[in-house]
């Protein structure tokens, strides 16, 4: 049974700093590539990160030079260092692992609440 489990969030003042984890089960995770995706209020979910298997990353423009994306592939585990915050961050965070080759696989966690006060 696959799991992702994401952990971290949490209500910070604008300029401020969180850090995501998610834990992955179920999965072969070092194959894989793993993503961060957001969600706020009345919006569609966006991407914010992606670190491939091979550990290249992609960030949303919104997002460069502050959030960075990281993997630890023997604690089946990746992190979104948040810094930098404001209240445009604020949304519902989401943990993706995904395969786009041969197995194809496609899984997503339950979100974790990130909230910014101005």
């Known amino acids: 049974q696959v799991q992702l489990v994401e952990s971290g969030g949490g209500l910070v003042q604008a300029g401020g700093s969180l850090r995501l984890s998610c834990a992955a089960s179920?999965?072969?995770?070092?194959?894989?590539?793993m993503g961060w995706y957001r969600q706020a209020p009345g919006k569609q979910r966006e991407l914010v990160a992606i670190?491939?298997?091979?550990?290249?990353?992609t960030y949303a423009d919104s997002v460069k030079g502050r959030f960075t994306i990281s993997r630890d592939n023997a604690k089946n585990t990746v992190y979104l260092q948040m810094n930098s915050l404001n209240p445009e961050d604020t949304a519902v965070y989401y943990c993706?692992?995904?395969?786009?080759?041969?197995?194809?696989?496609?899984?997503w966690g339950q979100g974790t609440q990130v909230t910014v006060s101005s």
């Open positions: 993706r692992s995904y395969r786009t080759t041969i197995p194809r696989t496609d899984y």
């Open positions: 179920g999965i072969i995770f070092s194959i894989n590539a």
């Open positions: 670190i491939t298997s091979g550990g290249t990353t």
